[in-house]
């Protein structure tokens, strides 16, 4: 089955700091995804990215960094935390990112800023 | 507004009976959904795509599409505490195609 590996699984940050979110997947997968769920909002796109070297901003980009280094990888920066970025994030991968694609979502990171 | 809009928020069935979800997408250039389950601590993980009208049938779970009313919906037959979870209906279009939106969710809760 997919698989996708998110470090570390709990995070807490202090407001003005950085946080770096990586994700691994072993899926050989062209597509990766970060996505956000906050209580009542479901999932929301932050950043995708087809190619490595390249990435591309989703729905709420602002605030938020990607990099892609390889097939395999894919950080999710923040740089300045917010109070505001307290959320879960999922990173996710998916084939060719054609529109039938399904997802396969890693088990999360909780982060915390205070 | 919410693009893909789920009801309702929440949902008690008693375990063995029928669970019922729905999700309306307000873009008729969705063509593909999804339903995505969510266990509390986990991600998400795909439970069924449907893309043609009419019904899909997997186990106990049977998902149905209208296009036309841009309805889908997913039904669960006898219900088991371990259906207790997170769901997501999910749609893409060809136009966006990396892009899934995603609804709200509705937290299903079976009870023994």
């Known amino acids: 089955e997919a698989a996708v590996t998110q470090s570390p699984r709990s995070k807490v940050a202090v407001t003005g700091g950085k946080v770096t979110l990586s994700c691994h997947q072993t899926n050989n997968h062209d597509y990766m995804y970060w996505y956000r769920q906050d209580t009542g909002h479901g999932l929301r796109l932050i950043h995708y990215s087809y190619v490595a070297d390249s990435t591309e901003k989703g729905d709420i980009p602002d605030g938020y960094k990607a990099s892609r280094p390889s097939q395999e990888n894919f950080s999710l920066i923040l740089e300045l935390a917010s109070l505001s970025q307290t959320a879960v994030y999922f990173c996710a991968s998916s084939g060719t990112g054609g529109s039938a694609e399904t997802l396969y979502f890693g088990s999360g990171t909780r982060l915390t800023v205070l | 507004q919410q693009k893909v809009q789920q009801s309702p928020e929440s949902l008690s069935v008693p375990e063995g009976g029928m669970a019922s979800l729905n999700c309306t997408s307000s873009?008729?250039?969705?063509?593909y959904f999804w339903w995505y389950r969510q266990h509390s601590g986990e991600g998400p993980k795909a439970l069924m795509?449907?893309?043609?009208?009419g019904d899909k049938k997997e186990g106990r779970f049977t998902a149905h599409l209208n296009k036309a009313s841009l309805h889908v919906s997913l039904h669960i037959r006898d219900s088991q505490p371990s259906d207790s979870a997170l769901y997501f209906c999910a749609a893409s279009s060809d136009t966006n195609a990396y892009k899934v939106i995603f609804g709200k969710g509705t937290h299903l809760h079976v009870l023994p």
């Open positions: 795509s449907i893309f043609s009208d």
């Open positions: 873009d008729r250039n969705f063509q």
